[in-house]
């Protein structure tokens, strides 16, 4: 004997029904909005991609010109460089969007999957399943975004990069150890490229240029020693002959005497022999340039 069904029950079941239909409505809605928004964000990244490319078609044109101006001298190694980064950075822009498409795309999937969920009863088993099978899809959502970060990691060390390489241009280094001198520039001072701001003294690095007559180099030699008294401290160093000059201090001279009237007087000519110091004769550094010295080689 079946139970009756009232109509306050069967009203109930009807009104229950009727909720429900509005519920999967709304979600029907909700879901086809998100699709919307997917495929916005799709067309968004696609368009950044394309921008990137042509950013980085562009940045890759222009090293190739930086190459056959940087062979040529026509431009600093530091504008080469430059390019060299921002080829680099926009390759990684590239990247980055290929990943943020691959993204967005698997994001509409995605949403398209949930609307088809929200289809109503009939559907539900098949929505089930078209999930089931985004599985693998999540899968590469996840290398993508992968991807992504990989190569928005590879923009910021570009740009590592390149802020190294400036601070390197921002560094002036000198060529050597020594003493600033004859100063030209001021703090706060705009300088220009090849402008001179200071000179350096090296005096890790001295010698002695000798001139002596050319009837004393008879018996001269590299490698002779020689005592070097320094007038200023009164005291003797010990060196050494390095080389003796291949002409005469007055082939050197500016402007060199010629006998243009056939005269002819015998003058003796002074040739200049570079003395070096033994290693440790002056550690304090207390040698100058310019200082007067007395010189002389042991030539036996």
């Known amino acids: 004997m079946g139970v009756p069904i009232t109509t306050t029950e069967t009203a109930g079941q009807v009104s229950s029904a009727s909720a429900n239909v509005e519920r999967a409505q709304a979600g029907l809605q909700a879901a086809t909005g998100g699709v919307d928004v997917a495929r916005a ?38 504008q080469y460089d430059a390019a060299v980064a921002a080829a680099e950075a926009a390759q990684a822009t590239v990247e980055a969007a290929q990943a943020a498409v691959a993204e967005a795309d698997l994001g509409v999937q995605v949403a398209q999957s949930q609307r088809a969920q929200a289809g109503g009863v009939v559907g539900q088993a098949q929505a089930d399943l078209r999930t089931a099978h985004t599985g693998p899809e999540q899968v590469q959502a996840s290398k993508a975004r992968e991807a992504g970060a990989a190569a928005r990691g590879q923009q910021a060390q570009a740009a590592l990069e390149q802020a190294r390489l400036n601070l390197q241009y921002a560094t002036i280094v000198a060529p050597a150890d020594g003493v600033v001198s004859k ?55 010990k060196g050494r002959v390095q080389s003796i000059a291949a002409a005469t201090g007055a082939r050197f001279s500016l402007l060199p005497p010629e006998n243009a009237t056939g005269n002819y007087v015998k003058v003796v000519q002074r040739v200049p022999v570079k003395v070096t110091f033994d290693k440790g004769q002056d550690p304090s550094r207390v040698l100058r340039p310019g200082m007067s010295v007395v010189v002389t080689v042991f030539t036996r």
């Open 41 to 78: 964000r799709l067309n968004s990244s696609q368009a950044r991609l394309r921008e990137a490319t042509a950013n980085a078609n562009r940045a890759a044109r222009d090293l190739e010109r930086m190459k056959q101006l940087v062979a040529k001298d026509e431009i600093s190694e530091q």
């Open 183 to 237: 100063k030209s520039v001021e703090p706060g001072q705009v300088v220009e490229p090849s402008q001179p701001l200071l000179a350096i003294v090296p005096l890790q690095d001295i010698w002695v240029t000798a001139n002596f007559k050319e009837t004393q180099l008879r018996d001269m030699r590299p490698g002779q020693e020689v005592n070097i008294s320094v007038d200023a401290y009164g005291r003797t160093y």
